[in-house]
């Protein structure tokens, strides 16, 4: 809604300047979006006439004019067509400023010329001009153009919410100026026509829901080729609408003004009464911008006895519209509910006013008195007759008294307003109400669609008084520290613990490809998405897998040669029980070197075991063991399960050589994951002896058979092992000269200690001796 800020200043003139008037309706709930000048800032431009015109001697397209504009007549040089005598044009004069340029005396293929005589464009209020801008003829001259044209006029753009439609109007949005600035409403003066004639059209609702009140006039006499006044025009035009005829003109102007759509018709095209229907099937019509929508059943139309002649709400007829020619017009005026015109538009193409104004709510309360105001503005610019008001009309939209209670109003607000302050807010608002012990009964004006709980009251109560005005008071809120358990880490902790190992975090999207869960996780049934964002976004996931290698692939081909990423997200697992299981997961990937490069180690590309470490170390101080098993994503030889306290922890290994190629990686990271409800435990601190006494160290060396695992003979010693044994660790395997074949020889660290005492030798030797003996009766091991 764009308007004039000194149009909405004929109706009510609060002493406020542009920007606090503009705040003002903002802060009521009603964006000002942009204030924009009616003309770009120029000086000593004053209206002249000129008194003669004369070709210039040396120029075939410039010609010299005596003009008037003051006490002097002045000598200039003008190059526009449509230079007359007695045509009153604006003069700037020496030292005026214009945008873009200076004015001075020049001298112009000989002739000295004493200004410049303008186009709009030169005024910089038009964008393209053929020719000088002509002023009214009883423009004075000297007098300031700037002040004649009212260029000093500023240009609201509003941006009204879609429920405020009755804000699509200068009179609405003065009644809200009014209403918060306590200055005086002045609404313009509509009088009744004087029915001069007993001409009337009769009109029949066959459509009721979707229009229940229509009214219409027949004007006979009318000069539909009379100049739409200037005051007018530029109205219009500072509110976006271009100026087409005077009738056209002032249906546009009351439409801006009071809020109301209205339409003319031709009435000598029309055949017959008028009829609101709905359209045939393959009815056609074709409306004022020339084109032939399809309508059919559903939409609604303005119809003579013969055929359509209005799309209703929209846009009229080609066939019935006004042209010069015409002498006789009906003018409608009407209430389409906003159900009925609501989305046509977006159906059509294309959009109007008058559509924008239906589909949001018009005051069906003044649909009368929007066609008196036409009718009297037609009547004194083009002349003719007026007929009497034919109205048709049904049952229009209730408006029903809602209940406002003064105790409500404070426990919503947070603040008390006594009953005087709500009863002048309401009076403000032009709303009719009663109240009693506390409570009101407030029947909405029909112009506003918008009201209709108690809640929607006490937001106009809170409009009006002020939203700045409310304090924000904060709530008295307890401040109670939560348990923080010691046996639980938290995200932000393990995300330390891994960015402390080199690793680097990413976010990634829990949409992914539904090739990833076949590759990374052998899911053929993944959570599918009913309406994706994308086709390679179709599924959950059920791993973090596919993220990691998508977002190592992106810094691969960016040149990145050792990358280390971590990710702490959801995933999403197939239903179980009626349920989606919702696992939180803690996934990693490293690639390239072991070490950043450095002089102090030689190069070598990260491998199993550096993971495992960084995995250790982040279930520290739990211990965590590792089972060799086979995974989708994993190569099948280097791949193993995590168990940490007798549970199921995650994952581990190299991926697999052949989505290593599939995602063209040059060579193979490691990845992990792990249950993130699993790694954020951790043991209790408990305190432990420090022994003071010197440690014993004992080897042991043993061939095993190759299938047997390493950690299933390190898990047998430690659940073996004697008290004074501190610690069992593999430290060498061997495969070679003087092992059998099929067999691996284990060497194993034991250290022993005790925290009060010296160990004898012989409770070392006895100790050892036990884990011998598990050795060869547990596993069958030949000791070396």
Not at 156 to 170: H, M
Not at 203 to 217: E, F, I, K, N
Not at 478 to 491: C, F, H, I, N
Not at 577 to 593: F, L, S, T
């Amino acid at each position: 809604m764009k308007f004039s800020e000194n149009w909405l200043r004929t109706f009510v003139n609060p002493a406020l300047s542009t920007e606090d008037l503009a705040r003002a309706i903002t802060m009521a709930g009603v964006e000002v979006e942009t204030i924009e000048a009616a003309a770009p800032p120029f000086d000593q431009v004053v209206a002249g006439e000129i008194l003669n015109v004369e070709r210039h001697p040396d120029a075939d397209r410039l010609s010299v004019c005596q003009v008037g504009a003051g006490a002097q007549p002045l000598t200039i040089v003008c190059g526009a067509p449509n230079a007359r005598a007695g045509m009153r044009v604006p003069v700037a004069m020496p030292g005026a400023r214009l945008p873009g340029k200076a004015i001075r005396v020049a001298r112009v293929r000989g002739v000295e010329s004493h200004g410049m005589l303008c186009s709009a464009q030169d005024l910089g209020i038009a964008g393209d001009a053929d020719g000088l801008l002509a002023l009214p003829n009883g423009a004075e001259p000297g007098r300031d153009v700037r002040e004649l044209l009212d260029l000093d006029d500023q240009l609201l753009i509003l941006k009204p919410t879609p429920n405020r439609g009755d804000c699509l109007s200068l009179l609405g949005v003065a009644r809200e100026v009014a209403a918060v600035t306590g200055a005086p409403l002045r609404t313009p003066e509509i009088r009744a026509a004087r029915v001069s004639v007993t001409d009337r059209l009769a009109v029949t609702l066959d459509a009721p829901q979707a229009c229940p009140r229509y009214c219409g006039r027949v004007v006979r006499g009318v000069n539909a080729r009379a100049a739409t006044p200037e005051w007018m025009v530029r109205r219009l035009e500072r509110s976006g609408i271009r100026s087409i005829s005077a009738v056209v003109d002032i249906t546009n102007y009351v439409m801006l003004e009071l809020g109301q759509p209205l339409h003319a018709f031709d009435a000598a095209k029309l055949e017959g009464g008028i009829r609101v229907r709905v359209a045939r099937p393959e009815e056609k019509l074709t409306l004022l911008n020339g084109t032939i929508p399809g309508i059919g059943p559903g939409w609604l139309v303005i119809a003579d006895e013969k055929k359509a002649v209005a799309l209703a709400g929209i846009m009229g007829g080609l066939d019935t519209a006004v042209a010069d020619a015409t002498r006789d017009l009906f003018l409608e005026s009407a209430f389409f509910a906003p159900d009925a015109i609501a989305g046509r538009t977006r159906t059509l193409g294309f959009g109007s006013d008058s559509a924008y104004r239906f589909e949001r709510g018009v005051d069906f309360g003044a649909t009368p008195a929007a066609l008196e105001r036409a009718t009297q503005l037609i009547m004194e610019i083009c002349g003719g007759s007026a007929g009497p008001i034919t109205e048709a009309r049904v049952h229009l939209p209730p408006r029903e008294p809602v209940r406002l209670r003064l105790k409500r109003v404070e426990r919503v607000l947070g603040i008390r307003m006594e009953r005087g302050q709500v009863s002048d807010i309401l009076r403000r608002l032009r709303f009719e109400f009663s109240s009693a012990e506390g409570e009101f009964r407030v029947t909405p004006p029909t112009h506003r669609f918008d009201l209709a709980l108690e809640e929607d009251l006490i937001e106009e109560l809170a409009r009006i008084h002020g939203y700045d005005r409310i304090p924000a008071a904060t709530p008295p809120t307890p401040a109670t520290l939560l348990p923080v358990p010691e046996t639980r880490r938290d995200a932000a902790a393990l995300r330390t613990v891994l960015v402390h190992r080199d690793y680097q975090e990413i976010v990634s999207y829990s949409f992914v490809d539904a090739a990833w869960e076949r590759d990374f996780a052998g899911n053929t049934a993944p959570v599918a998405l009913a309406n994706p964002i994308a086709s390679q976004m179709s599924v959950m996931r059920s791993t973090l897998a596919g993220s990691l290698v998508n977002a190592l692939a992106h810094n691969v081909s960016r040149r990145q040669p050792r990358v280390r990423l971590f990710e702490i997200g959801r995933c999403f697992l197939p239903a179980a029980e009626g349920a989606y299981p919702q696992p939180v997961r803690v996934g990693g990937i490293a690639y390239g070197d072991a070490l950043p490069e450095q002089w102090g180690a030689p190069r070598r590309p990260v491998d199993f075991f550096d993971v495992k470490a960084d995995v250790e170390a982040l279930l520290a101080p739990r211990a965590a063991r590792f089972r060799r098993h086979p995974h989708p994503a994993l190569h099948p030889g280097k791949s193993a399960v995590i168990e940490c306290g007798g549970e199921y922890a995650g994952w581990i290994g190299e991926l697999h050589p052949t989505w290593q190629q599939r995602y063209d990686l040059p060579g193979a990271p490691v990845l992990f994951e792990l249950e993130f409800e699993v790694v954020s435990g951790t043991a209790l601190p408990a305190y432990t002896d420090i022994s003071r006494l010197p440690v014993v160290r004992r080897d042991i060396a043993a061939e095993v058979d190759e299938a047997l695992d390493c950690q299933a003979v390190l898990d047998g010693l430690l659940n073996r092992r004697p008290p004074i044994v501190t610690e069992i660790g593999v430290f060498d395997i061997y495969r070679g000269t003087g092992v059998e074949n099929g067999k691996k020889s284990l060497a194993f660290r034991v250290l022993l200690q005790d925290t009060h005492r010296t160990l004898t030798d012989a409770e070392v030797d006895s100790a050892v001796s036990q884990l011998r003996d598990v050795l060869r009766q547990e596993f069958s091991a030949k000791l070396r």
